[in-house]
């Protein structure tokens, strides 16, 4: 990339944007609501995860312009001797940047912060579909020695 | 089972009870310290999880015994519509009491209580070499969509 990323917490006023890229993806497109208007529970669930100081909802940006999302979440556990441990989810870049290397920026982003919170592991989850995901975290030293398991509520 | 669990969250007096659960397991042993007397690391990490609404480090008990650990972290995402999540992670049972139904009894816990935190999902991951546990999620309605990948920070 000849242009550098710069990262900051999301704001009340990128939450459009950040719901756009959300959506604008194969699997997102079918859990996403994306009218013109953003539904209140988007901006409820903003100021839930900005009240919070575990959780970071991060945009990335070139030239101004937001190109990528995602969130850090720390969790500490007394599991491997009182180690907490960072997670990562919702990673989007916008669909008209893929391919420049910012999802690759972003990891290195995400793991530096993580190490600065003290935390000895990066994890996430990824759905069994995106195999290109799956090629992309394993290139970047992820292992998936887990089973990522979910169970509906509804 | 003949006797009702009742769960309640974990105090510091439990903490010698856990994490002696935490290392009684194939793989637990490998990671924890379990001398005689506590590492201050554990007891930091039950400060910081203690202070944090969104976890609940829970104990189950059966006629005053502790027999059962989990932590449950309830975390607040956009996806979904704004939609909130449920992840239970260090899940064990007291040896002398596996097999007698005890951690049917933690799930149904854990699946009424992030329901009545208002989350739509509960997920967890599980290692891949734990052939049984993952056996015993699926019958309670987990399903093994999403790869768990890791990437350790030291």
């Given amino acids: 990339m000849t242009n550098t990323l710069t990262f900051r917490l999301a704001t009340k006023e990128d939450l459009f ?19 013109a208007t953003l539904s209140d529970n988007y ?3 903003f100021e839930r995860i900005a009240a919070d100081p575990n959780q970071e909802l991060t945009v990335a940006e070139l030239n101004g312009e937001i190109v990528a999302t995602f969130q850090l979440s720390f969790i500490q556990y007394l599991t491997y001797q009182g180690g907490s441990r ?20 972003v990891f290195e982003y995400a793991i530096n912060r993580a ?9 996430l989850t990824t759905d069994k579909r995106r195999r290109d995901a799956l090629r992309f975290y394993e290139s970047l030293g992820f292992v998936a020695t887990h089973e990522g398991m979910k169970r509906n509520l509804d």
């Fill in 115 to 123: 190490k600065e919170k003290g935390c000895h592991l990066l994890q």
């Fill in 17 to 35: 944007d950040i719901v756009q890229m959300l959506s604008d993806d194969t699997l997102g497109v079918l859990r996403e609501s994306h009218e």
């Fill in 43 to 45: 901006l409820k669930a």
């Fill in 86 to 105: 960072a997670q990562i989810e919702a990673v989007r870049t916008k669909s008209t940047y893929r391919g420049q290397g910012i999802g690759t920026n």
